[in-house]
């Protein structure tokens, strides 16, 4: 059974940082596609960013050029890079996990706050 734990999530001023990790274990990390989900109070969950296998990426464009995912395979790890924060950046962040081969199966983990604020 694949398990998600993000790590990373906190609260920090406009303008400054935070990087998200999301911890991958059950299953071979090399064969899902990874994502990055937020979900603001009231609103629904919008992606963010993905990564596949091959290390393509793609982002939301309220986020390009400031957030940066990245995967390292051998530490079956996906990272959030955010920078230049901003308050409406502010939402729940989830880590997903789709697997490429048949049958295509959904992993989410449980989520961790960002918070942007002066």
């Known amino acids: 059974q694949v398990q998600l734990v993000e790590s990373g999530g906190g609260s920090v001023q406009p303008g400054g940082s935070l990087r998200l990790s999301c911890a991958f274990s059950?299953?071979?990390?090399?064969?899902?596609?990874m994502a990055w989900y937020r979900q603001a109070p009231g609103k629904q969950r919008d992606l963010v960013a993905t990564?596949?296998?091959?290390?393509?990426?793609n982002y939301a464009d309220s986020v390009k050029g400031r957030f940066t995912i990245s995967r390292d395979n051998p530490k079956n790890t996906m990272y959030l890079q955010m920078d230049s924060l901003k308050p409406e950046d502010t939402a729940v962040y989830y880590c997903?996990?789709?697997?490429?081969?048949?049958?295509?199966?959904?992993?989410w983990g449980q989520g961790t706050q960002g918070t942007v604020s002066s």
């Open positions: 997903n996990a789709v697997r490429i081969i048949v049958p295509s199966i959904n992993y």
């Open positions: 059950g299953s071979i990390f090399s064969l899902y596609t």
């Open positions: 990564i596949t296998t091959g290390g393509t990426t």
